[in-house]
C-alpha cells in the first residue's frame, strides 16, 4: 500500500460505534462491574494472517468509554500481517478496556475480512492494468466502513449508493425501449451524475459507446464476446475512451483470464458480501517476551 485510505467522516465513524456499544453494553456491562477500576494495559494479537483495516473504529471504541486510553499501534492500515503477531497494546481503565473489547473486535475482524479478500482479488489481476471494484452489497449501516476496507486491500469503491451514480440496468432500459433513449434520459435529467450503462449484446455496447456514458458494464458476457467488446471498445472511432466493467460469474478461478482479456476493471460482491471474520484477541497485560 502506498499510505492508508481515507477513512469516512469521524462523526460517521461515531455514529457506528455508538450503536455498536449500545447493542452490547446497554445500561452497563455487569461482568466489567466487578472489577477494580486500575489503570491497567492490554494487547491485541492478529491470530491467522490478513491485511489490516478498521483502526479508526477500534480507537473510537476504545475512546468512547475512556478517552484517556492510549493505544499504541505497530501496524498501518493496509499492512499485511502475519499470524502470532502482536498488532497493538493499550494503556487504559481497566473496565473500559474490557467493555470496549468486544465492540472494537467485532469492527476490526469484519473491516479487516474484506480488507483482506480484497488484497487476494488486487493481487489475481496484478499487471493487468485491471482494477477491482466492490458493489453496494454490504453490511446494513457499515457500507462506508466496508468499503474503506476495500480501499484499505487494495481495491476500488464502485459508486457509494443509489444518488450518486446514474446506474442503467436491464428493466430501465427496458422501460424506454433502448440503450440510447435511456441514456438521453438520464443525461437529461442528472447531467452532473456519472452514468453506468448495463449491456447484454454487442448491439446494445455499440448504442452505449455511440450514445456516450462514463462506464459501460458488459454482463455474464462469454469469454468470447467479452474479447469482441474489449475490441470494439478500443477500436475507433471509440479508441477505449469508455471504460468496460465485467459483473457476474467471476471468482478467483476465472478472474485472471477476464482481466487479461483487456478489460478495465470487475466488480465483485463477494468483497463485502461474503466477510470472513479475521481472528483477533485482546488480551490484558502486556504482550508476552519475543
Not at 453490511?139 to 484499505?152: C, E, I, T
Not at 435529467?189 to 455496447?205: C, D, K
Request: aromatic share 4%.
Amino acid at each position: 500500500m502506498s499510505g492508508a485510505p481515507t477513512p469516512p467522516p469521524t462523526a460517521l465513524i461515531e455514529a457506528n460505534v455508538a450503536a455498536a456499544l449500545a447493542e452490547d453494553i446497554g445500561p452497563g456491562d455487569a461482568t466489567a462491574a466487578l472489577l477494580d477500576d486500575a489503570d491497567d494495559c492490554a494487547h491485541l494479537l492478529c491470530k491467522e494472517d490478513c491485511v489490516v483495516a478498521g483502526r479508526p473504529w477500534f480507537d473510537a471504541c476504545h475512546r468512547a468509554l475512556d478517552p484517556g486510553v492510549r493505544i499504541d499501534w505497530r501496524c498501518d492500515e493496509g499492512d499485511r500481517i502475519a499470524k502470532g503477531t502482536v498488532i497493538a497494546t493499550l494503556h487504559g481503565r481497566s473496565r473500559a478496556l474490557v467493555s470496549a473489547e468486544r465492540a472494537s473486535l467485532n469492527f476490526l475482524q469484519t473491516l479487516s475480512g474484506t480488507a483482506t479478500v480484497t488484497a487476494r482479488y488486487a493481487d489475481a489481476v496484478r499487471g493487468t492494468g485491471t482494477v477491482i471494484l466492490d458493489t453496494r452489497k454490504t453490511l446494513p449501516g457499515l457500507r462506508q466502513a466496508q468499503k474503506y476496507a476495500v480501499r484499505a486491500g487494495g481495491g476500488h469503491n464502485h459508486r457509494m449508493a443509489l444518488f450518486d451514480a446514474v446506474m442503467l440496468k436491464e428493466n430501465h432500459i427496458r422501460a424506454f425501449g433502448s440503450v440510447a433513449a435511456a441514456i438521453e434520459r438520464a443525461r437529461c435529467l442528472h447531467p452532473e451524475l456519472p452514468l453506468i450503462v448495463e449491456v447484454e449484446t454487442l448491439a446494445q455496447l455499440r448504442d452505449a459507446l455511440d450514445t456516450g456514458c462514463t462506464r459501460i458494464l458488459i454482463d455474464d458476457f462469454d469469454a468470447a464476446t467479452r474479447r469482441e467488446a474489449v475490441r470494439i471498445a478500443r477500436d475507433a472511432p471509440h479508441h477505449g475512451r469508455i471504460p468496460l466493467e465485467v459483473s457476474g460469474g467471476v471468482d478467483m478461478a476465472t478472474l485472471r483470464g477476464i482481466a487479461e482479456d483487456g478489460v478495465d476493471c470487475i466488480s465483485i460482491g463477494a468483497l463485502t458480501k461474503h466477510v470472513h471474520a479475521i481472528d483477533f484477541s485482546l488480551k490484558l497485560g502486556p504482550p508476552p517476551a519475543s
